[in-house]
């Protein structure tokens, strides 16, 4: 019988290294600021950051499980209060006005002094009310 994912951040072990890929990566992302790797479509991080994620799993009240070489290792339900779909809502909203944000910083690059100056103060402006 296939095992149905409910809502379970699931970490798999590679090496030296866990990984996350798909909505468990943008939760990742929210409580930790690990960075997706958009090619990946996910989030890793070494093993000696193994406790920090675990516990800011824990702390945000959010179901896990932890798989090495494909088996289930460790394992946390929240049952009702599970708050992945929540978090994942949040994390959602956040990498969306990071994304924003990357896409400006990229155009404000490539903007020639007068335009860069035009741009700063219209921020300023809109910043300062």
Do not use: C, W
Not at 72 to 92: A, Q, R, T
């Amino acid at each position: 019988m296939a095992d149905i994912k409910n809502d379970f951040v699931e970490l798999r072990k590679s090496g030296k290294f866990y990984n996350v890929f798909g909505d468990d990566a943008i939760i990742i992302h929210y409580l930790t600021s690990y960075k997706i790797v958009a090619e990946k479509g996910g989030v890793g991080f070494p093993e000696t950051a193994y406790n920090k994620v675990i516990n800011a799993l824990e702390d945000a009240e959010i179901s896990y499980r932890v798989f090495e070489k494909g088996e289930l290792k460790e394992e946390k339900d929240f049952k009702k209060i599970n708050s992945y779909k929540g978090v994942l809502k949040k994390g959602i909203t956040t990498l969306s006005i990071e994304e924003r944000f990357q896409k400006i910083e990229n155009k404000i690059k490539n903007l020639n002094a007068k335009e860069l100056d035009r741009v700063l103060e219209a921020i300023e402006d809109a910043i300062s009310n």
